[in-house]
């Protein structure tokens, strides 16, 4: 079955310095991995995908991830924060080979960027 | 652009009576999803149609249940509600035609309080 987790719960920078959110998945076969960022009673707004090709992913809002193979990783990163980019952001994997097609969520990240 | 829709956006309950949840998909998509979320929880998934079926089932109780209608768009109906069923629903769509590669699109959620 497929896993994702975020190893942290929170992530503290200050505002104009690089960020990184951390997510390490399980699954068979070449995963379908993506990001998501929510904001407070908000739902969850799609921000990057990795399906296959470059390993390095752009998204919305300046986000860019970068997909590992051997370390079966998909960090989220963003060369300069903004203190608006202040919010919950779950990684996500789906089953390649599971016709159902459903996602499966991470813990979360909650993401603070001081001023 | 048409997004998602879920209604009612907030929803007040006591325990053991029924509640109703509506999801209006993006035009064309054919896959539906039901998550819930938890205070400080990630979504957990529930259900998902394709073309009206059933196509996955995931941790949703006995005491609920849903459906897909010709129009595409989905009920979900909880009955002898739990102050446990408090939480955040979410609906999202998908288009399932050329692959399970996209990425789901979520709606707002519809808040249910159960007291």
């Known amino acids: 079955a497929q896993s994702v987790a975020q190893p942290e719960d929170q992530v503290n920078v200050a505002e104009g310095n690089p960020l990184t959110v951390k997510c390490t998945y399980s699954?068979?076969?070449?995963?379908?991995l993506f990001w998501y960022v929510q904001y407070p009673n908000r739902g969850l707004q799609f921000l990057l995908k990795y399906i296959t090709g470059d390993n390095l992913v752009k998204g919305s809002y300046g986000f860019e991830a970068e997909f590992n193979k051997s370390q079966t990783s998909f960090h989220l990163k963003k060369p300069s924060a903004l203190v608006s980019d202040s919010a919950l952001y779950f990684c996500a994997v789906r089953d390649p080979y599971s016709s159902a097609s459903k996602i499966i969520f991470g813990s979360g990240t909650r993401l603070s960027i001081r001023p | 652009a048409a997004g998602v829709i879920q209604s009612p956006r907030h929803l007040i309950k006591e325990k053991r009576e029924t509640a109703t949840l509506k999801c209006y998909p993006i035009p064309r998509h054919d896959t539906v999803y039901w998550y819930q979320q938890g205070p400080g929880q990630d979504p957990q998934f529930l259900i998902s149609?394709?073309?009206?079926?059933?196509?996955d089932k995931g941790s949703i109780p006995d005491r609920f249940s849903a459906q897909q209608f010709s129009d595409y768009h989905s009920e979900l109906n909880m009955s002898s509600l739990e102050l446990g069923d408090s939480a955040l629903y979410f609906c999202a769509s998908s288009l399932r035609t050329g692959g399970n590669t996209g990425e789901l699109f979520f709606g707002e959620g519809s808040r249910l309080t159960v007291l």
């Open positions: 149609f394709y073309e009206k079926m059933q196509s």
């Open positions: 699954v068979s076969g070449n995963p379908y």
